[in-house]
């Protein structure tokens, strides 16, 4: 039986405000020759997951424009969810250990789950790379566009993983990739679809002031004093030991508070590591926040971003890295590494600062606490530029505009 | 005001990225690069840039010249790049041999900074552009304002920036509106005076509004 998971029903209409009706009013019109147009989207899990979490949302705001999405899930076994996951990791260009059985397993769980779903609609989405292979079964009398949505980093993939999915997706019509960094040199249309974030989840939606106060009091915040603040799971990559040293250079000119939140470190070993040596480093500062957060708790999230003074990502290497989006949608000045996705989203002195060191970390962050004025005005643009460019609506209207593309 | 026999047809107007198998890592890259990029390429990384950031109001004017400074930082150059005004333009091929020109000076009085990295490549796309027209025109002017103010972002860029090129003329859809079917020659220069780089899509539609308004009165 194939899962047919949940969606969240908002309707367009709750954007409005946000938007503006001419916004939503240009989607209903784009929409109007895919009335009825059957999408079949594929994805590995229905809960949990970036992909998951997307198409939950997307898919109803789909539907009410008129199309017919519809949303299928693969189903494995934990060999193949232990394989997909080395793929996974192998893609981002750590090196893999691969016997030719894995290959097999892929391809045959590829086969059944393929088997099991009528996938007959106009447009075919196959996200990532667990169902890649759905491809091989592609009729090829029916007049369909088959898509493969990207939303990995390819730019330094492990050989024999890429090697064996790219004949897979040489064959689809397009691919998608969230960013150019992230694409591969392939002999069909790659086209640039942002990641993006929804201004009405818990994790992004507008606060009361009271509420944003209790939860920083909760942890033991000072709410009138100067907030720093990195959300980010512990990881090496996420480099919270370099803002650590950039808080304390700061701490020299300015009194201020350090929060780093993130989860991650109860179920990853790695990641308990380097929350054990954040707290080392951190000592006995009251001044530093070390939190961590479940993911099932966005709202706190959303509040201490909101709460924060200056929002840092400072990343030695990154995905998209769409925190930085959640913090530019709530106006905050944002000081992020130049790396990944990250200088698509802060265009260095208009929608944030970019840095390349603890050093410039540091300075740039001293640079927006002496001027206040800049740092707002930067948050400001960072909104607009969310607003313009990476909002769930923005994502929408790429896939209705493919799909125009497509049937031209 | 009399009704026009040629309405204005109001169109929206969605850009779909579609990522070139091409990329520079230094100015001399960039500048073998501007020589091979398609047209959709240079209109991307100009006139499509200038309306996904259309609310940077200070010093933002195309990629290559923000590429220049962020990743290469060299500000000369990028404020020659940001120069440009795609005003100025109704073909690509003269907006091409422009910024072929600027980079090329460059190379050769500064050949060891042409060959320097960048801390990020320069990654070429193109625009695929669809329309679709909006269910209303306008005949009149005071039709047209009513049309004006349920305009996207996008529409708005598409008939006040885009068209340039569409037009092959120095100037935009609504300014050619009211010179060839209202007979408005002042109301479209006025128009066409307002400065998409100072100004937001919001903040030039209010000018454009007023300035619709004032004739209205008039």
Same mark, same amino acid.
């Given at each position: 039986?194939?899962?047919?998971?949940?969606?969240?029903?908002?309707?367009?209409?709750?954007?409005?405000?946000?938007?503006?009706?001419?916004?939503?009013?240009?989607?209903?019109?784009?929409?109007?020759?895919?009335?009825?147009?059957?999408?079949?989207?594929?994805?590995?899990?229905?809960?949990?997951?970036?992909?998951?979490?997307?198409?939950?949302?997307?898919?109803?705001?789909?539907?009410?424009?008129? +199309?017919?999405?519809?949303?299928?899930?693969?189903?494995?076994?934990?060999?193949?969810?232990?394989?997909?996951?080395?793929?996974?990791?192998?893609?981002?260009?750590?090196?893999?250990?691969?016997?030719?059985?894995?290959?097999?397993?892929?391809?045959?769980?590829?086969?059944?789950?393929?088997?099991?779903?009528?996938?007959?609609?106009?447009?075919?989405?196959?996200?990532?790379?667990?169902?890649?292979?759905?491809?091989?079964?592609?009729?090829?009398?029916?007049?369909?566009?088959?898509?493969?949505?990207?939303?990995?980093?390819?730019?330094?993939?492990?050989?024999?993983?890429?090697?064996?999915?790219?004949?897979?997706?040489?064959?689809?019509?397009?691919?998608?990739?969230?960013?150019?960094?992230?694409?591969?040199?392939?002999?069909?249309?790659?086209?640039?679809?942002?990641?993006?974030?929804?201004?009405?989840?818990?994790?992004?939606?507008?606060?009361?002031?009271?509420?944003?106060?209790?939860?920083?009091?909760?942890?033991?915040?000072?709410?009138?004093?100067?907030?720093?603040?990195?959300?980010?799971?512990?990881?090496?990559?996420?480099?919270?030991?370099?803002?650590?040293?950039?808080?304390?250079?700061?701490?020299?000119?300015?009194?201020?508070?350090?929060?780093?939140?993130?989860?991650?470190?109860?179920?990853?070993?790695?990641?308990?590591?380097?929350?054990?040596?954040?707290?080392?480093?951190?000592?006995?500062?009251?001044?530093?926040?070390?939190?961590?957060?479940?993911?099932?708790?966005?709202?706190?999230?959303?509040?201490?971003?909101?709460?924060?003074?200056?929002?840092?990502?400072?990343?030695?290497?990154?995905?998209?890295?769409?925190?930085?989006?959640?913090?530019?949608?709530?106006?905050?000045?944002?000081?992020?590494?130049?790396?990944?996705?990250?200088?698509?989203?802060?265009?260095?002195?208009?929608?944030?600062?970019?840095?390349?060191?603890?050093?410039?970390?540091?300075?740039?962050?001293?640079?927006?606490?002496?001027?206040?004025?800049?740092?707002?005005?930067?948050?400001?643009?960072?909104?607009?530029?969310?607003?313009?460019?990476?909002?769930?609506?923005?994502?929408?209207?790429?896939?209705?505009?493919?799909?125009?593309?497509?049937?031209? | 005001?009399?009704?026009?026999?040629?309405?204005?047809?109001?169109?929206?107007?969605?850009?779909?990225?579609?990522?070139?198998?091409?990329?520079?890592?230094?100015?001399?890259?960039?500048?073998?690069?501007?020589?091979?990029?398609?047209?959709?390429?240079?209109?991307?990384?100009?006139?499509?840039?200038?309306?996904?950031?259309?609310?940077?109001?200070?010093?933002?004017?195309?990629?290559?010249?923000?590429?220049?400074?962020?990743?290469?930082?060299?500000?000369?150059?990028?404020?020659?790049?940001?120069?440009?005004?795609?005003?100025?333009?109704?073909?690509?091929?003269?907006?091409?041999?422009?910024?072929?020109?600027?980079?090329?000076?460059?190379?050769?009085?500064?050949?060891?900074?042409?060959?320097?990295?960048?801390?990020?490549?320069?990654?070429?796309?193109?625009?695929?552009?669809?329309?679709?027209?909006?269910?209303?025109?306008?005949?009149?002017?005071?039709?047209?304002?009513?049309?004006?103010?349920?305009?996207?972002?996008?529409?708005?860029?598409?008939?006040?920036?885009?068209?340039? +090129?569409?037009?092959?003329?120095?100037?935009?859809?609504?300014?050619?509106?009211?010179?060839?079917?209202?007979?408005?020659?002042?109301?479209?220069?006025?128009?066409?005076?307002?400065?998409?780089?100072?100004?937001?899509?919001?903040?030039?539609?209010?000018?454009?509004?007023?300035?619709?308004?004032?004739?209205?009165?008039?």
């Amino acid at each position: 039986m194939i899962a047919t998971p949940e969606t969240v029903p908002i309707s367009l209409d709750h954007y409005v405000p946000l938007l503006g009706a001419a916004e939503i009013e240009e989607l209903r019109t784009l929409a109007g020759p895919l009335e009825g147009c059957v999408v079949d989207m594929v994805n590995s899990t229905a809960v949990g997951g970036g992909v998951a979490e997307i198409l939950m949302r997307l898919l109803p705001l789909a539907r009410e424009l008129g +199309l017919d999405a519809r949303w299928h899930v693969m189903e494995g076994g934990p060999e193949f969810y232990e394989i997909t996951k080395a793929f996974h990791n192998a893609l981002h260009g750590s090196v893999g250990n691969f016997r030719p059985s894995d290959f097999e397993i892929f391809l045959d769980y590829n086969r059944r789950n393929r088997a099991r779903m009528p996938l007959d609609g106009r447009f075919v989405v196959i996200h990532d790379p667990q169902p890649a292979a759905f491809i091989e079964t592609r009729p090829l009398a029916k007049k369909q566009t088959w898509i493969w949505r990207c939303h990995i980093d390819l730019s330094r993939p492990d050989p024999p993983v890429w090697n064996f999915l790219k004949p897979f997706v040489s064959r689809y019509d397009g691919a998608i990739f969230s960013s150019p960094e992230f694409s591969r040199q392939l002999p069909i249309p790659q086209y640039l679809f942002y990641p993006s974030i929804d201004p009405l989840s818990d994790k992004n939606r507008e606060l009361d002031a009271d509420y944003i106060e209790d939860v920083l009091v909760r942890f033991g915040i000072d709410p009138r004093r100067t907030i720093l603040t990195q959300v980010s799971r512990f990881d090496r990559l996420k480099d919270p030991l370099g803002v650590l040293r950039a808080y304390r250079i700061v701490k020299r000119y300015f009194d201020c508070q350090l929060v780093l939140a993130g989860g991650g470190a109860s179920d990853d070993p790695e990641g308990s590591a380097v929350l054990a040596e954040v707290r080392e480093a951190a000592g006995n500062d009251p001044d530093v926040f070390i939190l961590e957060l479940p993911p099932s708790d966005p709202l706190e999230v959303n509040a201490l971003q909101r709460g924060s003074t200056v929002v840092i990502q400072k990343s030695l290497r990154e995905g998209f890295g769409l925190t930085v989006a959640e913090a530019l949608w709530k106006k905050k000045p944002v000081v992020a590494s130049a790396v990944g996705g990250i200088p698509t989203q802060v265009i260095h002195k208009h929608t944030g600062l970019l840095a390349h060191s603890v050093e410039g970390t540091a300075y740039q962050i001293r640079f927006l606490l002496a001027h206040p004025d800049i740092a707002q005005r930067l948050g400001e643009q960072g909104h607009e530029h969310v607003r313009e460019n990476f909002l769930i609506t923005g994502n929408l209207k790429r896939y209705l505009t493919l799909f125009l593309h497509e049937d031209r | 005001m009399n009704a026009t026999a040629q309405p204005f047809q109001f169109v929206t107007a969605a850009y779909l990225t579609r990522i070139e198998n091409q990329r520079a890592m230094t100015i001399a890259e960039l500048l073998a690069s501007l020589g091979q990029a398609s047209d959709a390429a240079i209109f991307y990384h100009t006139f499509q840039t200038l309306g996904q950031h259309h609310f940077l109001t200070e010093g933002f004017s195309n990629d290559f010249a923000q590429w220049v400074l962020a990743s290469l930082n060299q500000p000369t150059l990028a404020e020659r790049l940001a120069n440009i005004d795609i005003r100025d333009y109704v073909s690509i091929a003269e907006l091409r041999a422009d910024l072929r020109h600027i980079v090329a000076e460059f190379c050769d009085s500064y050949p060891k900074q042409a060959d320097q990295s960048a801390f990020e490549p320069f990654y070429f796309c193109q625009t695929l552009e669809v329309t679709r027209p909006l269910p209303w025109d306008a005949k009149t002017l005071a039709g047209f304002r009513a049309g004006l103010e349920r305009l996207s972002h996008a529409s708005f860029y598409y008939h006040f920036v885009a068209s340039r +090129l569409r037009l092959q003329l120095r100037t935009n859809d609504f300014s050619h509106w009211f010179e060839q079917s209202l007979g408005l020659p002042e109301l479209a220069t006025r128009a066409d005076r307002i400065d998409i780089y100072i100004n937001t899509i919001d903040t030039a539609r209010r000018e454009l509004i007023e300035l619709v308004d004032r004739e209205i009165i008039q």
